[in-house]
């Protein structure tokens, strides 16, 4: 049977195996040495017993894929003994890793410390983390979720910690001490993700000088505010692999309110609606994909300094994230109160995602265009005057983080290279 070994090859490095005309009787799960066996079977959609769908299997591989504990996925037909079985055969990601934290903020400066990541909890698909950071940036976090806590795809996560920074423009440490909780359901196919989220929260604003310039709302002021949040949010999604799509698209919306608990601590409304669309434009393995991106932020009035949008770095690639150290021509765009934005991008895999010892790493090249359009409650968005950034980047993508990013960048009004690396993606 040696040519079943060859086969089994070729499937792994395709992920599918595209046969036809066969009916599949039973569900074998291969590979998985801690999660268990019903976690990755209630992902398979595929009718059984039926005749075996390479579409259907495909697109249960990608759900499979999409739960993020698999550093490879491969659905296939097997014969043996005059039964064929589908055959899910996963190789199992690094549950428990931990990993050094050293990155570089144009405000805050350089940060270190470490973060001990626990994937798949008790082989349930649960996750587990723990981190804390000195330095520019002062931090520590503990988060723990489910996608499937119980009931029909009901999810829970939650989270508490502490952040405490400096700030890009103004010349004060802002704190943040947060605890949440939320459930969330998925609808079968994972199309469909509502969640509903609770936190408390702290935020302190300390400025080292309250004698100097202040602020669009306001003198310099010590804050401490204690506020109750609740946020509602719906996700459709059509993309085929959601770490690093080739197709399909996605639409979010999320709605929050802000209470004040004391007399100083204000209330506020918020509104964020997102979108994606991605398209392969070529049909080679590494495909050349076109990737579009809107997001629109809204809040219904002045906010603290601290919520404030710089549209610099974080909505816009190529500009400084302090307005002051950018072209007079477009400080007085880079700070708002709300902000709308569109951003396109080229994208194409320059080294394949490639399993090496349980680790799977992969390179891809990005070429991007991003614009944004800053106002708030006495500056209407009609009104508003345009941001634009462009460059090229490349995202790295590692197990146990969505992917490391590094993006050059710049703008038509001064030229000048603006660097930005972190773990996170544009849309």
């Known amino acids: 049977m040696k040519w079943h070994r060859y086969l089994i090859i070729l499937i792994l490095v395709t992920g599918l195996r595209g046969i036809s005309g066969v009916v599949v009787d039973s569900l074998v799960v291969k590979g998985n040495q801690i999660t268990r066996y019903n976690i990755i079977a209630r992902e398979v959609s595929h009718p059984i017993p039926a005749e075996f769908d390479s579409a259907v299997a495909r697109l249960d591989r990608n759900r499979v894929y999409n739960m993020g504990i698999f550093e490879s996925v491969a659905i296939y037909p097997l014969e043996d003994s005059g039964v064929v079985y589908l055959v899910v055969e996963v190789i199992e990601s690094f549950r428990m890793l931990p990993l050094p934290l050293f990155y570089y903020q144009d405000d805050v400066g350089w940060s270190y410390g470490g973060a001990a990541s626990y994937r798949n909890f008790r082989g349930l698909n649960q996750q587990l983390l723990l981190s804390a950071t000195l330095g520019g940036e002062k931090t520590y976090r503990i988060v723990f979720s489910d996608p499937w806590l119980f009931g029909d795809r009901i999810a829970m996560f939650g989270q508490a910690g502490r952040t405490y920074r400096g700030h890009a423009t103004y010349d004060f440490r802002h704190m943040i001490q947060i605890f949440e909780l939320g459930l969330g359901k998925a609808s079968s196919d994972n199309t469909f993700i509502a969640a509903g989220t609770f936190n408390v929260q702290q935020r302190e604003v300390k400025w080292s000088d309250l004698t100097g310039p202040g602020t669009p709302d306001g003198p310099r002021r010590q804050l401490n505010h204690h506020f109750a949040h609740i946020r509602f949010s719906l996700l459709w999604r059509t993309t085929d692999i959601w770490r690093d799509p080739t197709r399909g698209a996605q639409l979010g919306v999320a709605v929050s309110t802000t209470q004040g608990l004391d007399d100083p601590s204000p209330s506020y409304n918020n509104l964020i609606w997102e979108a994606a669309w991605f398209r392969a434009l070529t049909d080679r393995t590494t495909p050349l994909v076109l990737g579009i991106g809107l997001k629109w932020t809204y809040y219904d009035r002045d906010t603290p300094v601290y919520l404030h949008q710089f549209i610099g ?4 690639r190529g500009y400084s994230p302090v307005p002051g150290e950018n072209h007079e021509k477009v400080r007085g765009r880079l700070e708002k109160t709300s902000v709308a934005n569109i951003a396109f991008e080229l994208r ?80």
């Open 348 to 427: 194409r895999t320059l080294i394949p995602r490639t399993v090496w010892y349980q680790v799977a790493v992969g390179l891809s090249g990005v070429l991007f265009v991003d614009h944004a359009w800053g106002y708030g409650p006495d500056a209407p968005l009609a009104e508003a005057m345009p941001v634009t950034g462009f460059g090229a980047g490349l995202r790295l993508f590692l197990p146990f983080i969505e992917l490391l990013a590094f993006d050059i960048g710049t703008n038509r009004y001064d030229y000048k290279l603006h660097y930005i690396w972190g773990i996170s993606h544009k849309f």
């Open 313 to 316: 770095r974080k909505w816009v």
